[in-house]
Structure formats: structure tokens, C-alpha cells
């Protein structure tokens, strides 16, 4: 099993910033994706930003230029740690931020995999972005 704890969220005002973190331990494996997913109100869970094992990276449109993701891998691959920096925050990042660890899947292209319900999920966080 894997086991995804997050911390980082809380309360913001429009404009600020926060820093979520995810580290996975358990049964890992190497070639993954790790990212963030968000549950806004009243929404479905949604893509926020996800970083392959490789490097490569996709964001959703809502976030591009104000969300950064990395990743750090410990060297014994006893745990990956995932963080979200976000910035120029606004309203409309309400929601609770969802951790995720997927495989990688051969021949599948990162938006194809990172549009499936799959993997092993944290609790959530949540983000108050409000004055």
C-alpha cells in the first residue's frame, strides 16, 4: 500500500500564496506521476498540476503561470515528496487539494493519464482563498 499525507493548506487572501506538500511512502514504485487534484463546491475533482518520474509536467489552464509543481525523490526511493507552489491566488482556488501517485501507464500520453480516476489519493487539504 501507499500511504499520501499533505500538508500546506489554510487560509489566504486574494493575491497570496501558499505551498502544499505531499510526501508518499509504502509500497512505491518507480515510474509514477505524482501530482494535485482539487474538489471545489458544488464541482467535480479536477486536475490541478501533475509531474511524471521523468520530469515532464502538465498543468490545467486555470493555474498556468500561478501553480508550480515539483517533486524531490529520496535517493533509497523510500519516499517521493510532491510540492504545489501557488501563487496570485484567487477565489476561485477554493477547494480541497487532493494528493495523487499513479504508474505510469506504456504509450499513454501524460493528459490521457492524468485524466483517469486512478491511483492512490491523500486525505485532502484545504484552501481558503478569501478576504
Known amino acids: 500500500q501507499v500511504q499520501l499525507v499533505e500538508s500546506g493548506g489554510g487560509l489566504v487572501q486574494p493575491g497570496g500564496s501558499l505551498t502544499l506538500s505531499c510526501e508518499a511512502s509504502g509500497d512505491l514504485f518507480s515510474n509514477n506521476a505524482m501530482g494535485w487534484y482539487r474538489r471545489a463546491p458544488g464541482k467535480q475533482r479536477e486536475l490541478v498540476a501533475i509531474?511524471?518520474?521523468?520530469?515532464?509536467?502538465?498543468?490545467?489552464?486555470a493555474v498556468k503561470g500561478r501553480f508550480t509543481i515539483s517533486r524531490d525523490n529520496a535517493r533509497d526511493n523510500a519516499k517521493y515528496t510532491v510540492h504545489l507552489q501557488m501563487d496570485s491566488l484567487n477565489p476561485e482556488d477554493t477547494a480541497v487539494y487532493y494528493c495523487?501517485?499513479?504508474?505510469?501507464?506504456?504509450?499513454?500520453?501524460?493528459?490521457?493519464?492524468?485524466?483517469?480516476?486512478?491511483?492512490?489519493w491523500g486525505q485532502g487539504t484545504q484552501v481558503n482563498v478569501s478576504s
Open positions: 509531474m511524471t518520474s521523468g520530469g515532464n509536467s502538465l498543468y490545467a489552464d
Open positions: 495523487n501517485l499513479r504508474h505510469l501507464i506504456a504509450d499513454m500520453g501524460l493528459r490521457s493519464l492524468a485524466s483517469r480516476d486512478m491511483g492512490s
